[in-house]
């Protein structure tokens, strides 16, 4: 098995309290399920505040990079024994509900940082 982050791309137009809770309820049907197939790893949800460093000047922006509408919302992390099974484990990411885009990864450590 092979660790995998799923990019959660999020729309950048507030969404009402109602989808906010169908997400929600999704999110605590998907995790569960994941963690009783001993698939899921963890996961994190990002603010919309925040900087963007850019290039040799290190030019910092306020915010976060937007692009056709979307933002990176958060990450999964989660196990699957090949980028194709991991692409079909993101197929019941709730945000794809809304008109989201999910990124599928594969995750290494990086050499010599005693990630393990």
């Known amino acids: 098995m092979k660790e995998y982050v ?3 791309h999020m729309r950048t137009t507030l969404q009402t ?3 906010l809770n169908n997400l ?5 049907a998907v995790i569960p399920t994941w963690r009783q197939q001993g698939i899921y790893v963890s996961s994190n949800i990002l603010f919309r505040k925040g900087a963007v460093l850019s290039g040799i000047e ?3 922006e306020t915010g976060a ?3 056709d509408g979307l933002m990176v ?3 999964v992390n989660i196990m699957a024994a090949s ?4 692409v079909e484990l993101a197929k019941a990411c709730p ?3 809304l008109g989201g885009r999910v990124e599928v990864r594969e995750m290494q450590p990086r050499p010599g940082t005693n990630n393990n």
């Open 17 to 19: 309290d109602e989808e």
């Open 95 to 97: 945000p794809l509900d």
């Open 83 to 86: 980028l194709e099974a991991a």
């Open 24 to 28: 929600r309820k999704k999110w605590g």
């Open 73 to 75: 919302g958060g990450t």
């Open 65 to 67: 990079i937007e692009r």
């Open 58 to 60: 290190r030019t910092i």
């Open 6 to 8: 799923l990019i959660l």
